[in-house]
């Protein structure tokens, strides 16, 4: 079955430090890949995407993220962190069987930045 | 551009009672997806629509649930006898047609609280 795990469930950096948050899907074909970052009580906002050609992806923040296919990831990386990133990040891989569309979600990894 | 919206922010129920959702997705949207979001979780695929038609129901949509896209704009969401265990935030997102459909936009949810 299609899934999605994020390893770490909660991640403290310190500010202006780099981070990398970890992916890893399991899909049977070439995925379409997501992150979205979720700030407490809200709803989740699109960082980035993949969905075919160059592995490596720019997004919005200063966020990038890399495609790896030999390692079935997707790691979200930002190389310097500011107090506003603080928030949940989920990743997400799509299409899921023969849907039209819904996404699978890991179950996120917290970013706490420490000053 | 506005985005997607969703009505009421929060909802508090007494457990047998009936409740219901709304979400106006972006305007030239015409996907709608509704997802739940339990505390720890990674939001889960509930329904899906293309323009007015229910395309997709996740098995996690029991009886209880009922969810309709009438004239292809916004879409409501309704609970039956709720439950304890349907505390949960509920997010609404939206997409335009074709590869681009995974693209999801999400709305910023609302919270259900069954007391």
């Known amino acids: 079955a299609q899934s999605v795990t994020q390893p770490d469930i909660h991640i403290t950096v310190s500010e202006g430090a780099s981070l990398e948050l970890r992916c890893n899907y399991s899909y049977g074909a070439t995925p379409y890949l997501f992150w979205y970052v979720q700030s407490p009580g809200q709803g989740l906002q699109l960082l980035l995407k993949?969905?075919?050609?160059?592995?490596l992806v720019q997004g919005i923040k200063g966020f990038e993220a890399e495609f790896k296919r030999s390692q079935s990831s997707f790691n979200l990386r930002k190389p310097s962190v500011h107090w506003s990133d603080a928030a949940e990040y989920f990743c997400a891989v799509g299409p899921y069987g023969g849907s039209q569309g819904n996404l699978i979600f890991g179950k996120g990894t917290k970013l706490s930045v420490k000053p | 551009d506005t985005g997607v919206s969703q009505n009421p922010r929060h909802k508090i129920t007494k457990r047998g009672q009936n409740v219901t959702f709304r979400c106006d997705p972006i305007s030239e949207h015409n996907r709608l997806y509704w997802y739940r979001q339990t505390l720890g979780q990674g939001p889960e695929f509930l329904t899906y629509?293309?323009?007015?038609?229910?395309?997709?129901k996740s098995r996690l949509l029991s009886d209880r649930f009922s969810a309709e896209r009438p004239k292809g704009s916004f879409s409501t969401l309704e609970i039956q006898r709720t439950e304890q265990g349907d505390s949960a935030m509920y997010l609404c997102a939206s997409s335009t047609d074709g590869p681009r459909g995974y693209e999801q936009y999400f709305g910023p949810g609302t919270r259900l609280t069954v007391t």
């Open positions: 993949y969905f075919s050609g160059d592995t």
């Open positions: 629509f293309q323009n007015e038609a229910q395309l997709e």
